[in-house]
T-cell receptor, first 115, second 114 residues
Framework: DAGVIQSPRHEVTEMGQEVTLRCKPI?????LFWYRQTMMRGLELLIYFNNNVPIDDSGMPEDRFSAKMPNASFSTLKIQPSEPRDSAVYFC?????????????FGSGTRLTVV | DQQVKQNSPSLSVQEGRISILNCDYT??????FLWYKKYPAEGPTFLIS?????DKNEDGRFTVFLNKSAKHLSLHIVPSQPGDSAVYFC?????????????FGSGTQLTVLP
């Protein structure tokens, strides 16, 4: 099992550009989560999917953020246009309802820097 | 409003001594509490959990204590080792439906000094 795979590992972009972050969850996991880590707020949930359907996007900061999950093995988080305050580490995680107390499996994250 | 709080951003402990990391929560409907450990440039990894119906869970050097009346949990690491140096996140899980996702605290950086 390769775990949750995120790409790219690092992204540096100029303000105003579109940024797309990618995630491949663990096969068989039916929940997928996007989190953002910042110094000020720690790990905050942006959006999560169940069986490819967005369930709760109340954590998405603005309309500039959007997320899709076209199939069970792929999800994207898009920021358009990007701003310097979007600079953070973005994590994708997956899980199953039956995982119980075991929590989530996280990817290694994408470090985004908007200059 | 932060439902899960870790009030200590950092903690330093001597190797071999006990590390105690604390976490407070406000929502009495959480049914599971978890601790994650995060090394630099890696994603958080699951460490240990406890059900809301228990008050203690132990796994090797790691023990989590839950005080439901105080809405407080703590992670004890005994003895602490330099490899334990990492950021520790406390997390809580809702009971059902859309609340089943994990809510994380802001993390505590643990440094174990050799």
């Amino acid at each position: 099992d390769a775990g949750v795979i995120q790409s790219p590992r690092h992204e540096v972009t100029e303000m105003g550009q579109e940024v797309t972050l990618r995630c491949k969850p663990i096969s068989g996991h039916d929940y997928l989560f996007w989190y953002r880590q910042t110094m000020m707020r720690g790990l905050e949930l942006l959006i999560y999917f169940n069986n490819n359907v967005p369930i709760d996007d109340s954590g998405m900061p603005e309309d500039r953020f959007s997320a899709k999950m076209p199939n069970a093995s792929f999800s994207t988080l898009k920021i358009q246009p990007s701003e310097p305050r979007d600079s953070a580490v973005y994590f994708c995680a997956s899980s199953t309802r039956d995982r119980g107390s075991g929590g989530y499996t996280f990817g290694s994250g994408t470090r985004l820097t908007v200059v | 409003d932060q439902q899960v709080k870790q009030n200590s951003p950092s903690l330093s402990v001597q190797e071999g001594r006990i590390s105690i990391l604390n976490c407070d929560y406000t929502n009495s409907m959480f049914d599971y509490f978890l601790w994650y450990k995060k090394y630099p440039a890696e994603g958080p990894t699951f460490l240990i959990s406890i059900s809301s119906i228990k008050d203690k869970n132990e796994d090797g050097r790691f023990t989590v204590f839950l005080n439901k009346s105080a809405k407080h949990l703590s992670l004890h690491i005994v003895p602490s080792q330099p490899g334990d140096s990492a950021v520790y996140f406390c997390a809580a899980r809702g009971l059902s439906g859309s609340a089943r996702q994990l809510t994380f605290g802001s993390g505590t950086q643990l440094t174990v000094l050799p």
